[in-house]
Each structure stands twice: as structure tokens, then as C-alpha cells.
């Protein structure tokens, strides 16, 4: 499923999607009779495992089923989903109690499913603005992929709600053929606009307090700290002492103050153990905590409408002027103009 691309950390992971999400497609794929010897020769192998399957193997996948399943696949791919096709990104979702607060998942822990493009979320009066920036634009299954994408949003979010979501506007960048344009509106009860400026959804804003009748409010803090440990753990190159710290870092800001003796407390170390061992990495607890402050800064700013004020606060800044100071030291713009430009 489908959060904005945020990350400022030095050698990350090599793009990537979740087993779960790669198996939907070989799933979708046979079940569209693409034969299943065509699609190993795709893969490379017989089947997808239980490993992160390479962004380029997934297009591999998904352009060889197109070949044979045809334009139309790409819709059909993401009405396959499920929430678990998304992970821990799925489960979070079940515990969600509205559909506005879902798709704040959805923005939030995205780089956990996929890093084939990134969501935006955009509340314009009356109406919301769900947007997909896709990383594989120029690809031959470039235009399926956008399209599974919006498809899979569509199909969770009405089976999390229970009922059926329709009448509102799908754009993208690419122009449909009028069959797939029309197999899309039928399908999805949507308005189809093809050659648009950006890929979107625009739906009206009361859908996001349509409850969801199943969910766990109970599950959500234990689920959201089990995914923040797994975006974590995409820093595979990051020292361990490192990691931990980060990780006491992300628990404390916007709830208390981030503090090196605390954070070493938590870890049970001395504030001078915990200062040498950072050293020992190359590493400083401030620069940690300014690193950290900073991409979450950049994620809210380029993936919702939270107010600075908001935003400042999250991130542990008693004063909104100082969030505007250590922001635009870390930019070179403050977050306002940077948010201006990020839309662009």
C-alpha cells in the first residue's frame, strides 16, 4: 500500500518490495492464466520466496503479465490485494478506527511495503487529495504499476469500511485507452481522466470518518512501535549503538523531552558510556537526534497538511521559531518554502 519519499541516511538499502506484495502479483498473474513458466523466466527463479524481491525484478514480473493478461491487468493486479499483501503495513491498518487514520498509515510506514513510489495526502475543503509519485515512471510497466497502486487503495479501503466507494475522480499522468479507461470506471465506479498533471484520487473528505467496524484500537501502539522498528532495521549499515539510540529517539520526541541522560538510562548506560561508544561509530547524540528531526520534518512536510505549529511540536520543539531555525540550517530554506518547493 500505499508515506512521501523522507530518508537523508547514507548508504540505504537497495529498492525493493515486500514478499507478500510480490507474491499478489504472482498470484494475480496466474490467475490470469499468464503461464507460470513465462513468469519464472521473468523472476529468475521458480517462485517468489520469502526474501525482499529487487523493484526490478517486481516490473520484470509485472511487464511479463501484461503481455499475456493485457492493458487492463494493472487495475485487476491491485484488486487483488489484501491487507496482508501490505505486511505490518496491513495489520496496522486493522487497528485503525477510521479511514482518514489508515491512510495516515498508509503515508507513514509505505517505505515498509515498497519502494516503487511514495504516497501524498492533501485535505482541499470539501475534498481529499490522495496522490502517488511514482519511482518507475519510464518503465514499460510503468502506467500498470500507477494503476495497481490507486487500485489496491481502492479495494482495502472498501473492504476495512464494508461498504463500497464510488463517484469520486481517479487522474493520471499517463492517458488510457478508452477500453482500459472504461473497464477502470466500471470497476471502481470512478471518473477516469487521463494526461493529467499528477497521478491523484479526489474523493470528499467525509469518507476519512467512515469508521471501520473491525478495528483494534488496542493493537494500534503496540503495531505502530513494531513498524517503526522495521523501518529502522532498513538501516542495515548503521552501528547497532546507533540504532538504539534512534529508536529511543523516534519513542521519546513529541511526547517528552530527548535527552542524552535519559536515553542513556533507557539503555542502561552511563551519559559517558553512551557518548563514547557514539564516538567509537563516529557518530554524536545530537547529530542522531538533529538527523532524525529532520527526516521526519521532511516526511510531514512533503507528505500531508499537518500546520508547522504541528509539525514543530512533534518533533519536540517547545518554540515554532526554533523548528524554523534548525530547519532551515538543515535545508537551506525554512519549512514553509521547502514544503512550496516539494509540491512543485
Same mark, same amino acid.
Given at each position: ?102 491512510? $495516515? =498509515? #498508509? %503515508? ?6 515498497? !519502494? ?7 485535505? &482541499?475543503? *470539501? ?77 470528499? $473528505? =467525509? #469518507? %476519512? ?6 478495528? !483494534? ?7 505502530? &512501535?513494531? *513498524? ?13 549503538i546507533a540504532a538504539q539510540v534512534r529508536q529511543c ?34 557518530l554524536a547524540f545530537q547529530a542522531l537526534l538533529d ?54
Open positions: 500500500m500505499p508515506p512521501s519519499a523522507c530518508s537523508i541516511t547514507p548508504n540505504a538499502p537497495a529498492p525493493r518490495v515486500i514478499a507478500p506484495y510480490a507474491r499478489t502479483l504472482w498470484d494475480a498473474a496466474l490467475a490470469a492464466d499468464v503461464p507460470r513458466h513465462a513468469l519464472a523466466r521473468a523472476l529468475g527463479r521458480e517462485a517468489p520466496g520469502d526474501e525482499d524481491l529487487p523493484v526490478a525484478s517486481y516490473l520484470a514480473l509485472l511487464q511479463c503479465a501484461l503481455q499475456t493478461a493485457g492493458r487492463g491487468f494493472g487495475w485487476r493486479l491491485g484488486q487483488s490485494v489484501k491487507p496482508t499483501s501490505y505486511g505490518v503495513n496491513g495489520i496496522l491498518l486493522l487497528a485503525c478506527p477510521t479511514l482518514g487514520e489508515a491512510l $495516515a =498509515q #498508509v %503515508l507513514r510506514f509505505e517505505s515498509l511495503v515498497h !519502494d516503487l513510489g511514495r504516497s501524498s495526502f492533501a485535505r &482541499r475543503g *470539501a475534498a481529499v487529495e490522495y496522490g502517488w509519485v511514482s519511482h518507475c515512471g519510464g518503465h514499460p510497466a510503468g502506467e500498470a504499476l500507477t494503476e495497481s497502486v490507486f487500485a489496491g487503495i481502492h479495494t482495502c479501503a472498501q473492504w476495512l469500511a464494508g461498504r463500497a466507494i464510488a463517484g469520486f475522480t481517479l487522474e493520471f499522468m499517463h492517458r488510457c485507452d478508452a477500453a482500459t479507461a472504461r473497464a477502470i470506471e466500471e470497476a471502481s465506479g470512478a471518473r477516469v481522466r487521463g494526461g493529467c498533471a499528477a497521478n491523484r484520487a479526489v474523493f470528499p $473528505a =467525509q #469518507v %476519512l470518518d467512515w469508521p471501520i467496524p473491525q478495528a !483494534d484500537q488496542a493493537l494500534l501502539p503496540l503495531l505502530s &512501535r513494531h *513498524a517503526q522498528a522495521l523501518l529502522q532495521a532498513r538501516r542495515p549499515h548503521e552501528p547497532a529517539v523516534l519513542r521519546r520526541l513529541g511526547h517528552e523531552e530527548v535527552r542524552l541522560a535519559d536515553v542513556a538510562g533507557e539503555l542502561h548506560l552511563s551519559t559517558r558510556t553512551l557518548q563514547r561508544r557514539l564516538a567509537q561509530a563516529g538527523g532524525t528531526r529532520h527526516e521526519l520534518a521532511r516526511h510531514y512536510l512533503e507528505g500531508s497538511e499537518l500546520p508547522i505549529a504541528r509539525i514543530a511540536a512533534l518533533l519536540g520543539y517547545q518554540e515554532v521559531p526554533a523548528f524554523h531555525h534548525a530547519f532551515k540550517h538543515w535545508q537551506g530554506v525554512g519549512p514553509g518554502q521547502y514544503r512550496a518547493q516539494a509540491r512543485r
